[in-house]
């Protein structure tokens, strides 16, 4: 079976410019969530998806936004980078909503603006 | 705010050694816990959960342990070996989170050596 499958696996951006990060969830798995990981920290939350709706966002500006397809892949955007978005980015999956739910996670996207 | 943190951001043992880490945590409302490995390059790798409503919770050469009275989570690995060196984290899940919105602590690198 395929795990969360994330793409691209490493990009570079100039500052300003706009970012998409795309992942593919376990199947089966209708939730999706992203987190973002600074070197030497551990994942922060930025959002959940469920069924396609939003069901949780953390700590981050509005210059980050996701949607969730109807085959439950999901889309990370990010607009207006900064130096200091220059992070791991990763995308878990799990089969449901509720708490207790074991998350899977991806290999994530490297991201560095320059 | 609220996070989870781990004691010791760094621990070295020897192959065959058992290894402790350990970990803090300061929302009594979470219910679930997870450990997660990540290795360099890599995302978060699942190793083992507990629910609030357990103390222990056995797999294959690891153990958790959970001390709700003290906010306390330790992971055990018995016979340390050369690859379980790793970053690990550990992560909580409240009831303040929709769906399985995970806040991590910083990490404890383990380093194996034979």
């Known amino acids: 079976d395929a795990g969360v499958t994330q793409s691209p696996t490493h990009l570079i951006k100039t500052r300003g410019q706009h970012v998409t990060l795309r992942c593919s969830p376990i199947?089966?798995?209708?939730?999706v969530s992203w987190y973002q990981q600074v070197l030497g920290q551990g994942p922060q939350f930025i959002f959940q998806?469920?069924?396609?709706?939003?069901?949780g966002r953390g700590n981050f500006p509005d210059r980050f936004s996701a949607r969730q397809f109807p085959n439950y892949s999901s889309e990370l955007n990010v607009n207006a980078l900064l130096l200091g978005d220059s992070a791991l980015y990763l995308c878990?999956?799990?089969?449901?909503?509720?708490?207790?739910?074991?998350?899977?996670f991806g290999q994530g996207t490297r991201l560095t603006v320059v | 705010g609220e996070s989870v943190g781990l004691h010791l951001p760094t621990l070295s043992v020897q192959e065959g050694d058992n290894s402790i880490i350990n970990c803090a945590y300061s929302?009594?409302?979470?219910?679930?816990f997870i450990w997660y490995k990540q290795e360099s390059g890599k995302g978060p790798q699942f190793i083992i959960d507990?629910?609030?409503?357990?103390d222990k919770r056995q797999g294959q050469r690891v153990t958790v342990l959970l001390n709700k009275t003290v906010k306390h989570l330790s992971l055990q690995i018995a016979a340390t070996q050369p690859g379980d060196s790793a970053v690990y984290f550990c992560?909580?899940?409240?009831?303040?989170?929709?769906?399985?919105?995970?806040?991590f602590g910083k990490g404890t690198t383990l380093s194996v050596s034979s």
């Open positions: 878990a999956s799990s089969s449901g909503q509720g708490a207790s739910t074991e998350a899977f």
């Open positions: 199947s089966g798995h209708k939730s």
């Open positions: 998806y469920y069924e396609k709706e939003e069901r």
């Open positions: 929302n009594s409302a979470s219910d679930y």
């Open positions: 507990i629910r609030s409503n357990m």
């Open positions: 992560a909580e899940n409240t009831v303040d989170q929709a769906g399985t919105a995970l806040i």
